[in-house]
């Protein structure tokens, strides 16, 4: 069964820097996209950035370029996303998925999702 699990989320000061993981059990990631999303309370999930087997990957919403960045390790079968600058807004429930391409893809193309780890950037 296709698992993802998250990690690396917690409490950051805003200015402070996380990196999240997303692990794959039971398949090899070589094979799949990997997006990266968020949801904050009270509001719709929104799609961040996805990256596909070869490595490439989507843009960030405007907001996010220059902070965030998405990366992959397939002999670690794991997706990263390191997130720079963290400001209060940045605060959510960052969770992975998978899908077969990047490219077109709308949330409701992926799969697989995690359960979710939670940054939450404050003072």
């Known amino acids: 069964q296709l698992q993802l699990v998250e990690s690396g989320g917690g409490l950051v000061q805003p200015g402070g820097s996380l990196r999240l993981s997303c692990v794959a059990s039971?398949?090899?990631?070589?094979?799949?996209?990997i997006g990266w999303f968020r949801q904050a309370p009270g509001k719709e999930r929104e799609g961040l950035s996805c990256?596909?087997?070869?490595?490439?990957?989507?843009n960030f919403p405007e907001s996010l370029k220059g902070r965030f960045a998405i990366s992959r390790d397939n002999a670690k079968n794991t997706v990263y996303l390191q997130m720079n600058s963290l400001k209060p807004e940045d605060t959510a429930l960052y969770s992975c998925?998978?899908?077969?391409?990047?490219?077109?893809?709308?949330?409701?193309?992926?799969?697989?999702w995690g359960q979710g780890t939670q940054v939450t950037v404050s003072s």
């Open positions: 990256i596909d087997n070869s490595g490439r990957f989507t």
């Open positions: 039971g398949f090899t990631l070589d094979y799949y996209a």
């Open positions: 998925a998978a899908n077969y391409y990047c490219a077109g893809s709308r949330n409701a193309d992926f799969g697989s």
